[in-house]
Antibody
Framework: QITLKESGPTLVKPTQTLTLTCTFSGFSLTTTGVAVGWVRQPPGKALEWLALLYWNDEKRYSPSLKNRLTITKDTSKNQLVLTMTNMDPVDTATYYC??????????????WGQGTLVTVSS | DIQMTQSPPSVSASVGDRVTITCRASQGISNWLAWYQQKPGKAPKLLIYGASSLQSGVPSRFSASGSGTYFTLTISGLQPDDFATYYCQQAHNFPLTFGGGTKVEIK
């Protein structure tokens, strides 16, 4: 059974760096064809794709946020970490960790974490 | 970036109704399209991938079609559990992009 759970601060100040951790189970990021990534959703708004990390450590980022995002993995802990620099109030959103695999296609998110709401405010 | 436009933004319907939602891509994406269902306070759930393939465990009252730039999601025989917001997502190019959502509300 695949599960993902996001953790991190619920409140950050403008200009600070956000670090979110996704702890997952039921799969390994060393398995060929697996990918894990991040999607966010501002309150009352639509979904926005942020980043994806493949089993082979290939990474994809949203071009509009690329300069601010870093995605890394710790395969020994079954964790994915997202860092976002220079946070702004417009970055207030629920951040979701997502799983995908070539069984469906790595561009489709077939399992989602419950999400974590991050508020950016001074 | 490929822009995804959904219509209508919201639809009111009754249990048992047939509801169709449309999604248009700003450029051709072949069949690289997914549909997600999201209920309030919950994470999205993958319903359809590859424009028309039903994800495992999704009821057969959900169906979808389309190719290129025009796609539809149809719910045949709306059930109380189906009242939610639906999003399309293109998977043809990075960055992956979502539509603005369609809220299916109870009439």
């Amino acid at each position: 059974q695949i599960t993902l759970k996001e953790s991190g601060p619920t409140l950050v100040k403008p200009t600070q760096t956000l670090t979110l951790t996704c702890t997952f189970s039921g799969f390994s990021l060393t398995t060929t064809g697996v990918a894990v990534g991040w999607v966010r959703q501002p309150p009352g708004k639509a979904l926005e794709w942020l980043a994806l990390l493949y089993w082979n450590d290939e990474k994809r980022y949203s071009p509009s946020l690329k300069n601010r995002l870093t995605i890394t993995k710790d395969t020994s802990k079954n964790q994915l970490v997202l860092t976002m620099t220079n946070m702004d109030p417009v970055d207030t959103a629920t951040y979701y960790c997502v799983h995908s695999s070539i069984a469906v296609a790595v561009q489709y998110s077939d399992f989602w974490g419950q999400g974590t709401l991050v508020t950016v405010s001074s | 970036d490929i822009q995804m436009t959904q219509s209508p933004p919201s639809v009111s319907a009754s249990v048992g109704d047939r509801v169709t939602i449309t999604c248009r891509a700003s450029q051709g994406i072949s069949n690289w399209l997914a549909w997600y269902q999201q209920k309030p306070g919950k994470a999205p759930k993958l319903l359809i991938y590859g424009a028309s393939s039903l994800q495992s465990g999704v009821p057969s009252r959900f169906s979808a079609s389309g190719s290129g730039t025009y796609f539809t999601l149809t719910i045949s025989g709306l059930q109380p559990d189906d009242f939610a917001t639906y999003y399309c997502q293109q998977a043809h190019n990075f960055p992956l992009t979502f539509g603005g959502g369609t809220k299916v509300e109870i009439k």
